[in-house]
């Protein structure tokens, strides 16, 4: 059973401060790593995406990737209340035709 | 691009009723759709593959006939809730892909609810 894990969380950042959320993953031959947002009740939104080892910026979002680690995450600088959701990491099967979700950390904001 | 549109939004239906469930990619050709269920407080959990033109794949524990799959056109696949009990209600996402998207755009997701 091919697996992705998160911390279910709570994550508890004041605002202003970096959020850090962090997965792991078992499949070695995944190429493609997603992390959306989910906000309850509402469909999930992808906010990035990454496909090679080191890290990739996105205004206040930066995911980091280390595949020797099988390691993703994903950092939100300058946190605001409006952050406050579940963040699910996505992983493709090498063949890059399916993702697996992990379980989503619950993040909080507090103004 | 890449636009998902998944309806009805939200449906109420009584017990023993079948619900329809349509997605349709409206700007990119969608050869894989993938259908997902969430439960309160869980993760998306994937039901089904589908292909075009081809009989969908479930996933463990998924029963194909009473989630029945239809995706015969590269812009629309179907899910169909047959005899629908209350155990059935959830919240139910499409995701479609193309040659250059593996599965990440969501449609706003259907909840349904059984009485």
């Known amino acids: 059973q091919k697996e992705v894990e998160q911390n279910s969380g709570p994550l508890s950042v004041p605002e202003g401060a970096i959020a850090s959320l962090n997965c792991t993953y078992s499949?070695?031959?995944?190429?493609?790593f997603f992390w959306y947002r989910q906000y309850s009740g509402k469909s999930p939104e992808l906010i990035m995406s990454i496909y090679s080892n080191g890290d990739k910026e996105d205004g206040r979002f930066t995911a980091q990737l280390n595949k020797a680690s099988q390691y993703v995450s994903l950092l939100i600088r300058d946190s605001q209340p409006s952050d406050s959701a579940t963040y699910l990491c996505?992983?493709?099967?090498?063949?890059?035709?399916?993702?697996?979700f992990g379980g989503g950390t619950r993040l909080m904001v507090k103004p | 691009g890449a636009v998902v549109s998944q309806h009805p939004s939200w449906v109420i239906c009584k017990s023993g009723t079948s619900v329809k469930i349509e997605c349709r990619s409206l700007?990119?050709?969608?050869?894989?759709m993938f259908w997902y269920r969430q439960f309160p407080k869980q993760s998306l959990m994937l039901m089904a593959t589908s292909n075009e033109g081809s009989k969908a794949t479930y996933e463990q524990g998924v029963e194909k006939d009473k989630f029945l799959i239809n995706h015969a056109s590269l812009t629309l696949s179907t899910l169909t809730v047959t005899s629908a009990h209350p155990e059935d209600s959830s919240f139910y996402i499409c995701?479609?892909?193309?040659?250059?998207?593996?599965?990440?755009?969501f449609g706003s997701g259907t909840r349904l609810t059984v009485v």
């Open positions: 499949d070695r031959g995944s190429q493609s």
């Open positions: 996505a992983v493709t099967n090498p063949a890059g035709n399916m993702l697996t």
């Open positions: 700007d990119f050709q969608a050869t894989t």
């Open positions: 995701s479609a892909g193309g040659p250059r998207n593996y599965g990440y755009t």
